[in-house]
């Protein structure tokens, strides 16, 4: 499957479009998680038998990000001309492209003769290489999913939004053993989001990186490196140590980035109950923003009440935005409302 993914500010102008274009035909809609997914035709034949043969691909839109799955490069490559010429924008990142840079290309196999003299070459340290080698492998297939550690231990996360200054943040304490969807919820009440956008966990980069997600809703998103359900994952059997990190990255349009820090490992205090945010800085950006240059360009505009836009970003955000607000005590009330305590 290739793929190619989008970047959309205006969901609901480019379903209008794609509704309307002979080349493409709604397939399915789920108006409650605002998800269209259409067919795209090379070409709309007279018959309608034909139709299964024109087909270029499948089209999922989803808010602010826009997915183009075909089953070969060929036609991803056709595909991609048709959106370019109906809307305008370009891909954002292709999953083919992106599998071909970082796939380790598979050696030729070495005869006996090579293998002797690379021993020979090493010399005395051959062995050693080659137990390292091994020993490397191994630690690496065990730190996947490992059996938890840490039991009846809290965490204490700093979450950092990447990519804007001054820093958004904010600092939690959760038990060690809950599991990473569970940790989503968390941040999603304390940064300040609405939770109706796809997210992710990464460890690492690259062919090695380790995906944590809803499985049910990954549809295609995560094609290299290895991936677990987020569901059934819980966070201590990833974080075993102080200062290890993550990327949290939530709704794939806007493509929000949020540094996940392991601070501290503690015994549980008494009389405290988790989660807890114990400190924070400065609001949480609008949802659907259009990422960190919507933000940015969304700002200048509320900061200025005689721009011609003005009135109407304060009408789309429902009121005034101050992006240096940080209620410590709300956050941590919606966090007992969500645990019911």
């Keep these: 499957m290739c793929t190619a993914l989008y970047s959309v500010k205006n969901w609901k102008f480019i379903k209008k479009i794609l509704e309307s274009s002979s080349v493409i035909r709604l397939n399915y809609k789920n108006n409650k998680d605002k998800r269209y997914t259409f067919l795209l035709y090379s070409d709309i034949p007279f018959k309608e038998e034909f139709l299964e043969e024109a087909i270029l691909g499948t089209i999922i839109l989803e808010n602010n990000s826009l997915l183009l799955q075909a089953s070969d490069a060929d036609k991803l490559k056709k595909g991609k001309q048709l959106l370019q010429d109906l809307l305008g924008i370009a891909a954002k990142h292709e999953k083919d492209e992106i599998k071909k840079q970082n796939k380790p290309q598979q050696p030729e196999p070495l005869s006996g003769n090579e293998l002797e003299r690379i021993a020979a070459a090493l010399g005395k340290h051959y062995k050693e290489v080659l137990s390292s080698l091994k020993n490397s492998k191994n630690k690496k297939e065990h730190n996947k999913g490992k059996t938890a550690a840490n039991s009846n231990k809290i965490y204490q996360f700093k979450i950092t939004l990447k990519g804007i200054r001054p820093p958004i943040w904010r600092r939690i ?115 659907d923003c259009g990422g960190i240059p919507g933000y940015y360009h969304l700002l200048e505009i509320v900061d200025n009440p005689e721009h011609e836009e003005y009135e109407m970003f304060i ?23 969500m645990y019911k305590r």
């Design 173 to 287: 304490q959760v038990k060690s053993d809950i599991t990473f969807e569970e940790l989503h919820r968390i941040i999603q009440t304390v940064m300040g989001w609405c939770g109706y956008h796809l997210y992710s966990f990464t460890f690492g980069k690259g062919w090695d990186q380790i995906t944590i997600s809803d499985s049910d809703e990954e549809d295609g998103f995560f094609e290299w490196g290895e991936t677990f359900n987020s569901r059934e994952t819980t966070i201590n059997s990833f974080f075993e140590a102080e200062k290890e990190k993550c990327i949290y990255t939530y709704d794939f349009g806007d493509d929000w980035e949020h540094q996940l820090l392991l601070e501290k490992i503690l015994e549980p205090e008494e009389g405290v109950s988790y989660p807890v945010c114990i400190k924070g800085k400065r609001a949480c950006p609008p949802e």
């Design 315 to 337: 009408e789309w955000l429902g009121g005034e935005f101050d992006p240096e607000e940080f209620d410590l005590e709300e956050v941590n009330q919606a966090l007992r409302e």
